[in-house]
Structure formats: C-alpha cells, structure tokens
C-alpha cells in the first residue's frame, strides 16, 4: 500500500511538473501587462490581435506548414514501404537496415543539424525550404515506421494470399486490400509527422538560412521584451492545435487497430 501510494505521488508531481508550464501560457497570454510575473494585471485579448497584423510571423507560418506538410507525406510515403517491407518480407541485415532508419530517434538532433549542414554545404546546396523539408523527412520517417509497422503487423497474411488467387495481382493487392486496412495508421502518421515537423527547431534553424520557421521566428522574438507576450498567444494557440492532432492521430490509431481485427474477423 505505502508503495503504491508513493508511485501514485510521484506520478502526479511528475504530471504537475510537466504540464505546469503549458497552463501558464494561457495565464500570459491573456495577461493585460508586458511583463510576464505574477500579480497578473487584468484581462486583454489584444495579444492576439497583434498577430494578425504580423507580416513576418505570417510569412513564417506559411514555411512551417509548406516544411510539414511536404515532410509528413514524404514520410509516410517512405514509412509504408519500409514498415511493408520490415513487416511482411525476410532479407539480409533486415535488423541492422530498419535499426539505421530508425537511429534518428536516439540521436542528439544538434548532431543530425550539424552534419546534414556540412554535408549539405559541402556539396554546394543552398540552404532554403528545401533542405529543412530533406531534415525532417529524416527526423519523422522513423516515427512513421513505428506507427505503421503495428498497423502491418497486425494484418492478417491470409487475405493477401487469398487476394492473389481471386486473380488479383499483388500490386492491385495492395492497393485494394491492404492500404485500406492500414488507412487509419496512415492517417495517424501524417497528423504525427506533421506536429513533429511543424514543432521542431533544430534542424530548421541550422538549415532554413534566410526562410526562417516558424518555432525559429519564437526563438528569435524572445529577444524583445515587448515582444514576449504576443509569443505567449501564440504558443497558446500551438498548443491548443498540437493537443488536437495528437488527439485526433490517437483516435485513428486506436480505431484502426479495432477496425483491422473486424475487417479480418469478416473476411475469414
């Protein structure tokens, strides 16, 4: 009993410590005083006004959801053919190969930033939109694979077999059988490689040079103290969309596992 008692603590100073900071936000962000302390000086909303008149936080808006949108399909792309292959064929090195995919996910991400810089400029690439987008295909196609390797390895190796002797080929196999089954997980994969990439700062910052992002745009604002207050909106309202894509990409995962058993269960 005593034991249980003290995880129960733990647990919950552990969640009081994490999450105390993102309930500030709001508390700042709707705070009618430059200075972010407490006594709190009144209610105002005219931070968030401000940002809609914000040119080059606009401008760094619209670089984050060109980067994340173009790394979240290119990484789930390339996550469905390597959790496909991972799950579903057997190769040589097949541990050592998906081990390398998945390194980005134990490395330091100053690490990754560095060296696709000096990779980048030593082959003579400018650095641009582009290269953020190369970065974090990087960074996200190892959350892709994880997701979707549980959502491939859930399925059922029967109703592809029974597929191809119906007369379907295994390209139309797969298109028509297998990727509708797994539709939700990839759907959880977009919406979590999205939130990764439009949050991440690293890379962006070492590789974005004159576009800057936006969690890059933050980091710079926080030099003006005038300027803190407008970033607490802003971050009240990131978090509040980060809260529902993970919740929405959750909602699909969990549905598509049920989904892919009832599926199977009809089938058989």
Known sequence: MTGRLLLRGYALFYLVFL????????LFAFNDATIIAFPLSGFTTRWFGELAGNVTLHRAVQNSLVIAVSAAVISTALGIFAARAATRYRFPFKGGIVGFIMLPLVLPEIIVAVSLLIVLLGLGVK?????VILGHVLICTPFCIAILNSAFASLDRNLEEAAIDLGETPVSTFRLIILPLVAPGIVSSLLISFT????EFMIAFFLAGTQPTLPVYIFSQFRFPQAVPVIMALGTILVVLSIALLAVAEYFRRRGAARTGAKQGGFL
């Open 127 to 131: 650095l641009s939109l582009l290269t």
């Open 196 to 199: 990764v990439s439009l949050d």
């Open 19 to 26: 999450f105390a900071p993102i309930i500030l936000l709001p």
